[in-house]
């Protein structure tokens, strides 16, 4: 069975490095002589606890939501890269001094040594206990100069979006020790959400701030709902876990000379991990390949190509941003990647609607080799929802190599012509 908590003990000369920014990293990088069984790391909790010289303090409790792996020019592992859910994962204190260490102090946790470490359950609410006696409850709203460090990347958002899109914003910025909740919302983190949308109304294209604030209210937590719950019997009040994420629309220029491809780690109970590694690593090639060729031949044209955390390749025209998602397939999953494709398309261009920036065309591009039978379906399929399949051919030239197929014409295929 594979461990679930791991305290990952850092010598204090480390703080003034973590203390760069006053959250939670959206990613943490360790050096591989730290740690080596990183396959239990994914969907594991870390609580990162500071040796200091008189006691320990527990700095952060994260999240941990993937792993990769980085490599050197020569093709030898340096790093684990640690992706965090930021949602589920809370930073303590900023402070620099042990006055306001004191407050999260732990003792000695079980005389380990710095470095990762495996945790049991009772050492996992020993150091929960201490995140619950830091939450601070008063009565004084929080002041501007404090919500002026939030910055939504987007201008404005609809009510689905926006507690989501504002409460990773808080966990980024601020630490438990800098926040406190209220009568309304006992919890900190949703307290300071709360706060800023009432304050910048005009953020909401849709909805209400009571839809936001009832949203905000079951936001995934990270202590058990009795303990933060205390006074408030509000059974709407109670938070719950939940995996959902927005979309990452922050779309910055790619540059092909750049894009490599990335490296996961599957899960300890995944069957046949290195069968799986195998066709991911392939697939993840074959992909990035696809996405560095379709930008060069945009960068040739004068047509700058951009990209998100979730969005595979994006151009803008006429005031509108087309979005495309590239599906690397083999003879068995073109129907299961095309299915998912289509709904990342239409899931990406309703987050860009929500947050005010106008999608224009939705394309879904796959490998060539499949039956004209199987793209028939997916062309129809891809049609009804308002997006057009592309498939990728790069055993020819620009610009054939990227070729519309309509379901009204099967077997004919249309050169994707770029219109400046």
Not at 99 to 111: E, I, M, Q, T
Not at 255 to 278: C, L, Q
Request: with cysteine.
């Amino acid at each position: 069975m594979k461990a679930e908590n791991f305290a990952w003990i850092v010598p204090e000369d480390w703080v003034p490095l973590m203390n760069s920014q006053g959250g939670v990293s959206s990613c943490y990088t360790i050096p591989v002589d730290l740690f080596s069984d990183i396959e239990c790391l994914s969907g594991a909790i870390v609580y990162i606890v500071v040796r200091g010289r008189n006691f320990d303090f527990l700095f952060s409790r994260v999240a941990v939501d993937s792993v990769a792996v980085s490599y050197d020019d020569e093709g030898r592992k340096i790093n684990y890269i640690l992706n965090v859910c930021l949602e589920k994962s809370l930073r303590l204190t900023r402070a620099s001094n042990y006055v306001d260490y004191n407050s999260f102090r732990v003792p000695k946790l079980l005389k380990l040594n710095t470095g990762f470490t495996p945790i049991e359950e009772a050492s996992k609410k020993q150091l929960d206990s201490v995140i619950e006696n830091g939450f601070k409850f008063l009565f004084t709203r929080v002041p501007e100069e404090a919500l002026s460090k939030i910055s939504p990347p987007f201008e404005r958002c609809g009510s689905l979006i926006a507690p989501i899109v504002i409460i990773r914003e808080v966990i980024s910025n601020f630490s438990l020790a800098e926040m406190w909740g209220s009568r309304r919302n006992p919890h900190p983190v949703a307290n300071f959400a709360c706060q800023y949308l009432e304050t910048h109304p005009d953020f909401l294209t849709s909805g209400t701030i009571d839809e936001c604030v009832r949203m905000l209210k079951s936001m995934p937590i990270f202590l058990p709902e009795n303990q933060i719950n205390a006074g408030n019997q509000d059974s709407e009040s109670k938070m719950s876990h939940s995996t959902f994420q927005v979309a990452d629309i922050s779309l910055v220029p790619i540059d092909p000379k750049e894009v490599k491809a990335r490296v996961f780690v599957p899960r300890k109970d995944a069957v046949s991990k290195e069968s799986i590694m195998r066709k991911t690593e392939a697939a993840e090639q074959r992909h990035q390949e696809m996405l560095r060729d379709i930008s060069s031949y945009f960068l040739n044209n004068s047509v700058v190509p951009y990209q998100s955390n979730s969005i595979d390749l994006a151009i803008k025209a006429n005031g509108k941003t087309d979005i495309f998602e590239l599906k690397s397939i083999s003879e068995s999953n073109l129907l299961a990647q095309a299915s998912k494709g289509i709904f990342q398309l239409l899931y990406y261009s309703y987050v860009l609607d929500e947050c005010g920036v106008i999608c224009g065309s939705r394309y879904l591009v796959v490998e060539a080799g499949s039956s004209f039978s199987d793209l028939v379906i997916v062309a129809a399929v891809a049609a009804s929802a308002g997006a057009k399949l592309m498939v990728y051919d790069s055993k020819k030239e620009w610009p054939g190599r990227l070729s519309e197929y309509s379901a009204s014409t099967p077997g004919r295929f249309s050169e994707y012509l770029i219109v400046k």
